[in-house]
């Protein structure tokens, strides 16, 4: 059963960099044929999906968040890892970690996912 876990800050101030971590249990984020995305759901809206790494390290991004954003693994710690730059309030939002079998860009049916970290809540404010 592969498992999944957001941490990070709950609390970030605007124009700082936000850095979540997903470390995954029950699979290897390098060798389990998996897609690791982030997706995040802001209070009162749907869910949008920001990037993803495959296993073997290739990344793709959401046009839309393509320059602020940046997605990593350490495969020691089987994490992967997002930054987000230059953060506002509209950043706000749950943050989640899912991983699929497929290449999927773009897409939020959650249905489309194999496995889903329970969320993290990230508050931008001073």
């Known amino acids: 059963q592969v498992q999944l876990q957001e941490s990070g800050p709950g609390l970030v101030k605007p124009s700082q960099t936000l850095s979540l971590t997903c470390t995954v249990s029950g699979a290897s984020i390098a060798t389990g044929y998996y897609y690791w995305h982030w997706i995040r759901q802001p209070p009162g809206k749907g869910l949008e999906w920001m990037g993803v790494?495959?296993?073997?390290?290739?990344?793709y991004y959401s046009p839309h968040l393509k320059i602020r954003t940046y997605i990593a693994r350490d495969t020691f710690k089987n994490q992967v890892t997002l930054q987000l730059l230059s953060v506002t309030p509209e950043d706000t939002a749950v943050y989640y970690c899912a991983a699929s079998k497929t290449l999927i860009l773009g897409q939020t049916a959650e249905n489309l996912y194999d496995y889903w970290g329970q969320g993290t809540q990230v508050t931008v404010s001073s």
């Open positions: 790494i495959s296993y073997s390290g290739s990344t």
